[in-house]
Structures are given as C-alpha cells and as structure tokens.
C-alpha cells in the first residue's frame, strides 16, 4: 500500500484542478459506482467503441483464421495499420492492431470477415450491448469514426459496463494489456495507452479521439485483487487523470465479506448460498454497514448501507445461490 499512497501524493499536484466532461468510475467486482461526473450523458465514444468490435470477434471468432485483405480496407481512412489489398491477416494480428494502434482498417476488415458487411456486424454491436446492460448506447460503426454517420454514442456508464464485461474474458485482457506486437509486413506495433507503461497497476485500456467526440478513455486496474475502471469522455489530461482515480480508489477501498455462506430465510423461503458474498467498501467499515438482501425473479440481491456515507451498493448473486 505504500506504494499507492506515493503514487497519490506524487500526482495529487497534477491533478487537484483537472475536469472531465464526463467520467465513471466503476467497482469492477460489483459494478458499484465510486465517482462520476454526467455519467449518463449520451456522446460520441470514438475508438473506444473498439473495445465492442474486439469482444464480438474474440467471442465469435476464431484466432488463427487467415485471409486476404479484401476490397474493403479501401474504405477505410484515420487512424490506420496501413494494410494492403490481397496482404494476408489473421484473426489475431488484426484484433492486436484494432487495440494497440486503434487501426480502423482493421476494424473494418474484421467486421466483414465475421459478418460479411459492416451492417451486419453492427447489428452484433448494438445486440450484445443491450445483452449486457448497455441501455443508453447505439452503434453505428465498428471503429468509432463519426465523420460521415453521426459516429457512435454512448455514455461513460455505458462504457464502464463494457469494460467491467470485456475484462471477465482472458484473451481480451491479454491483447490490451500488451505493449508491443511485432508483425511479419506492418513493424511492431506500439500500444497507444500510455498507462500500461507510467501506471503499474493498468491490466488494460483503450484510447480515443475524434474532432466530434475530443480524447476519450477507457482504463482498467487491478491491486490486491480488487479491480477500479474509468471512463473519460472529453478530457484533455485524460491519463493523469485516470491514474488519480484509480489510485484512490485501490487506496481507500478494500475487499469485505457482506454476506456469509449459510441458508437464509427470505420471505417465506430458504436459499442457501454456496460462496460468501463480498464486496468492495471503504476501508475500516466493516463495523459501519448493514445489509440487505431480497430475492427478486428468483435472484438474490444484496444492498449494503454504510452508516454516515448514505450510499447503497447493490449486489447481484446470480451463482451459488439456490432454494
């Protein structure tokens, strides 16, 4: 911890004056909300949208496919790995490229090899986004471009469910968390997320940035098994700003038990829950929370109230739990 407190005092100067136009910072083991700032502000996301893109192919998809570049990659234009008509790809070394470099012409290459169109994978976009909560969110295009569309929007609490999901998916944290990625054709690829290299704890991120849409950031960190996410949207200082966050949070928060495992009795029912419940709460609370729980459409549900604070956090414990 001495470490984290260092970091803080170190950076505090830096960041005592800095303002995103939106921001979100999430629990990543509860989906609690720390902080935030407009979060459900609806704007355009940029290249964050790749994060989307990249879940759909790694879930869908299948690495080691190889092709050929096709007619496609003419279309696209920004940020780009500079691939060739007929250059062979995979699966892999595209989804290094979409994350590292942020290359819209991958984007667009792998949203043809999985869908066949770009309409197409779309719709795969805009579907898994409400499947996992993202109400407030419509895509329009897998890169984030939002020049000739309108681009794609979304929220920072939106985005912050996104994060929270993709993180759950090992090959997803270990493209994004990766600083380099050599290619046979193309170089080596350097990750444009420049916490992975100042900030120790970053297990993953992507960066964004359009005219319409400003810098926009998504960051995920992880210490002493507790994992923060932050989203920025239009932020300049974006990554000093991240780092603060982050830091505060793995600083002031710690892992506790709110609920044990046993069979409980809730209105009229017993339910036994398998696995001790826990939760990310301040630190030296433990003595200062009550609990809830309740059963709602046969899930189990925990509200903590910590005494003085008059904030809630919900949990849903969906495993382990049965009548």
């Not at 996410?229 to 000093?240: E, P």
């Amino acid at each position: 911890m001495k470490i984290l407190v260092s970091i803080v005092v170190s950076i505090l100067f830096i960041c005592s004056s800095i303002s995103a136009d939106s921001y979100c910072v999430m629990s990543g083991e509860d989906g609690n909300i720390i902080e935030e700032k407009d979060m459900h502000k609806q704007q355009s996301v940029a290249s964050i949208s790749k994060i989307m893109t990249a879940i759909i192919v790694i879930e869908n998809g299948n690495l080691y496919d190889t092709w050929k570049c096709s007619d496609a990659i003419d279309k696209a234009y920004g940020s780009m790995l500079y691939l060739k008509k007929g250059q062979e790809v995979s699966v892999e070394m595209l989804l290094y490229g979409l994350l590292l470099r942020s290359g819209n012409d991958a984007a667009v290459e792998l949203a043809h090899h999985e869908s066949g169109s770009i309409e197409a994978f779309v719709d795969r976009m805009n579907k898994k986004a409400k499947d996992i909560g993202m109400l407030n969110t419509v895509f329009k295009n897998p890169s984030g471009l939002d020049e000739e569309d309108g681009g794609n929007l979304s929220t920072a609490y939106d985005m912050a469910i996104l994060m929270r999901y993709a993180i759950q998916n090992p090959v997803f944290v270990k493209i994004s968390s990766s600083k380099y990625y050599k290619t046979k054709e193309n170089g080596t690829w350097k990750n444009k997320n420049r916490l992975l290299f100042e900030y120790p704890f970053t297990i993953s991120g992507k960066t964004g940035f359009t005219k319409k849409a400003g810098r926009t950031l998504v960051s995920a960190a992880s210490y002493n098994d507790m994992h923060s996410i932050v989203v920025t949207l239009n932020k300049g200082d974006d990554f000093a700003f991240h780092e603060e966050k982050h830091t505060a949070f793995l600083n002031d928060y710690k892992n506790l038990e709110v609920l044990e495992k046993g069979t409980y009795r809730i209105l009229g029912r017993n339910y036994t829950v398998d696995e001790a419940i826990s939760m990310n709460l301040k630190k030296d609370t433990k003595e200062q929370i009550e609990t809830f729980s309740y059963i709602d459409k046969k899930k189990l549900y925990v509200e903590v109230l910590q005494k003085g604070n008059e904030q809630v956090f919900s949990y849903m414990a969906g495993k382990g739990v049965r009548k």
